[in-house]
């Protein structure tokens, strides 16, 4: 069964940094993509950045780029993300997530991945 635990999230001023894991359980092909997704209050969930984890391949919301790394470490089954310079507009709660079907990334939509964390929360405050 696949679980997903995310941590790393906490409260930090504008122009901070902080590193979100996941950890991955319940299989072991690489084949898959996996991302990281965000909430605020009262929006809709919305995709930050997502990896194929056999080749490594990123994509990245445009409001993201330049400042948060997605990364992968194969051997411990853990995703990343870096986040600098944080914004206020930046708070969420933060979600790990994998696409059930084997292949590359193809979209940061939401709807297309099919196992879910429990998410971390991240508070930036100007």
């Known amino acids: 069964q696949v679980q997903l635990v995310e941590s790393g999230g906490g409260s930090v001023q504008a122009g901070g940094s902080l590193r979100l894991s996941c950890a991955a359980s319940g299989y072991s092909d690489s084949g898959y993509c996996m991302g990281w997704f965000r909430q605020a209050p009262g929006k809709e969930r919305e995709g930050v950045a997502v990896i194929y984890i056999r080749s490594g391949n990123t994509y990245y919301a445009d409001s993201v780029k330049g400042r948060f790394t997605i990364s992968r470490d194969n051997a411990e089954n853990t995703l990343f993300v870096q986040m600098n310079s944080l914004k206020p507009e930046d708070t969420a709660m933060y979600y790990c997530?994998?696409?059930?079907?084997?292949?590359?990334?193809?979209?940061?939509?939401?709807?297309?991945?099919?196992?879910w964390g429990l998410g971390t929360q991240v508070t930036v405050s100007s």
């Open positions: 997530a994998r696409r059930s079907r084997f292949g590359p990334c193809y979209t940061l939509n939401p709807r297309e991945f099919d196992y």
